[in-house]
């Protein structure tokens, strides 16, 4: 008997272009919030009527987009500095002469600087919070978010603010650009080498942390690469340090003897250990997984664990990654242009990360942003603070950010973005920034000005816009609670409906 499947609803596995009559609302909303924060009714009709190829080139060309962002200049550079020949002959003395007063006077000081620090953390947080809110370039952001988890490093350990707030920098400038690059400077940031104790690492006494983390978490994959090749690399970064906050290569630390890393073989540096990693295939095939797993579907991370159609796709990825070089917007721009990420069964597929809630319900439903400190003292709650991933793994995402207690305080952030009502009463900003609903419906008054009358058309715009489905109950639920309140589309009716509908389950997921 023939099968009575139909070949459109297969997995492609190839990557080839999806044609541009198959691009409409539903692959433009999935492109906004995969690419980057979601978007607003307006902002997924103009990619609509941009087609397909002009929306893409958009999204990875971000540097076409003007956008000034100077606030980084207010963060101070030297909470922390290194002390000076005078202070470390003071603090020497203190000690052999045991004068208590002034080894007090320093302890205070340096609790000072340590307050102080963690002061300025909070608000690089705030920032880049805000940052990601305001950007006319979400997928610049959206990828420096996915290096941050990638290259995991936590302010908990650096304790340096401005070390986190460079590394930040340096992974933005990078975003789209060459894989390479990031790897080549990843091995010189202060905050990595902090992070992983590579800053005290001597030929005497090599550490081995970044070596394993360079190879496992950051370039190969487990299961390609050995041992030996760890303890080689381990010996081949060694002397890779930092002052200040700075990169400095300290030549009496370094072991300079024949090392053999991955079948390269002589006197190899770190840049030597690098290359070595970038000409080994299972490079490019690691990060097409890592990107697969970010934009498209979350996949096991073990290759061989990965459905073989999805294999399939992502061998083509890594091709394209080898093809140019390790240069990362064209492998992005085939990836969202393809056939495969606009599949059914890859759309309405992901949980929201906590930074995608709530940075993408700020862009696309248009709510004020409050309080920057309340949003980021809800990430924490919700498993994703930012500077902060809880390991050198990153974040797991996944189902690992839903269980009771992370949906509660889902439902709360929602509530307090629409309506400023914290659990334990109002905030301040309540009153003073009112949320305005209407600008979410200017598509539908300018499309079919009689909809605005009709609650089942409302309804299925809101649907389709906040869930991109139209669940029966859901339209039910809604349709219920417009009509029970009297079958006028308000401004107050419309907030409550999204009190609805952002608690539903639908709404984690894009």
Not at 31 to 50: C, D, K, N, S, Y
Not at 76 to 101: F, G, H, K
Not at 312 to 322: C, E, H, Q
Request: hydrophobic share 35%; proline share 5%; net charge neutral.
């Amino acid at each position: 008997m023939a099968s009575l499947a139909q070949p459109a609803t297969r997995l492609p596995n190839s990557i080839g272009r999806l044609r541009d009559d198959q691009f409409g609302y539903d692959q433009a909303r999935h492109l906004l919030w995969r690419a980057g924060f979601g978007g607003t009714p307006e902002q997924i009709q103009t990619l609509v009527g941009w087609g397909l190829e002009r929306s893409v080139d958009y999204l990875v060309n971000p540097s076409r987009v003007p956008f000034d962002d100077a606030r980084t200049g207010k963060f101070s550079s030297s909470i922390y500095r290194e002390a000076t020949e005078a202070e470390r002959q003071a603090y020497r003395r203190a000690l052999q002469e045991r004068d208590e007063d002034t080894l007090a006077r320093l302890r205070l000081e340096r609790q000072r600087r340590e307050r102080s620090d963690r002061e300025q953390m909070r608000e690089v947080q705030k920032w880049w919070l805000g940052r990601m809110i305001e950007t006319p370039r979400p997928l610049e952001e959206r990828m420096t978010l996915f290096w941050h988890g990638h290259f995991a490093t936590s302010f908990r350990k650096v304790e340096n603010s401005y070390h986190m707030l460079r590394q930040n920098e340096f992974f933005r400038e990078h975003a789209l650009g060459n894989f390479g690059d990031l790897l080549f400077g990843i091995i010189r940031d202060p905050a990595m080498l902090a992070y992983l104790d590579n800053q005290r690492s001597t030929a005497r006494q090599p550490n081995e942390n970044l070596a394993r983390e360079l190879m496992e978490l950051f370039s190969l994959g487990e299961g390609n690469y050995t041992e030996r090749d760890i303890k080689e690399g381990a010996r081949a970064l060694t002397g890779y340090s930092f002052e200040g906050n700075d990169f400095v290569f300290v030549d009496r630390n370094h072991d300079k003897g024949s090392k053999s890393i991955l079948g390269k073989s002589g006197n190899l540096d770190g840049d030597d250990f690098v290359r070595a990693i970038l000409e080994s295939r299972a490079c490019s095939r690691f990060i097409a997984l890592k990107l697969y797993r970010h934009f498209v579907s979350d996949v096991p991370l073990a290759y061989d664990a990965v459905p073989a159609d999805r294999r399939t796709f992502i061998n083509r990825l890594a091709a394209t990654m080898l093809e140019s070089r390790y240069e990362l917007r064209p492998v992005l721009r085939r990836l969202l242009l393809s056939e495969h990420f606009y599949h059914p069964s890859n759309m309405l597929e992901q949980i929201k990360s906590p930074v995608q809630l709530v940075v993408g319900s700020v862009r696309s439903l248009l709510t004020p942003v409050r309080d920057l400190a309340i949003l980021n003292d809800a990430l924490d709650l919700m498993g994703q603070s930012l500077f902060m991933p809880p390991s050198v793994k990153g974040w797991d995402g996944g189902r690992s950010w839903i269980n009771t207690s992370t949906l509660f305080v889902r439902q709360n952030i929602m509530a307090y973005l629409l309506t400023g009502r914290l659990p334990q009463g109002y905030a301040r900003s309540a009153e003073t920034q009112r949320y305005d609903s209407e600008p979410l419906l200017a598509e539908l008054a300018k499309a079919d000005p009689a909809a605005m009358r009709d609650p089942g058309k409302v309804v299925d715009y809101l649907l389709r816009f906040t869930l991109g489905r139209m669940p029966t109950d859901a339209r039910e639920t809604l349709q219920g609670f417009i009509t029970g309140h009297g079958g006028r589309i308000t401004g107050d009716i419309i907030t409550g409906a999204l009190m609805l509908v952002t608690a539903m389950p639908e709404y984690q997921l894009c």
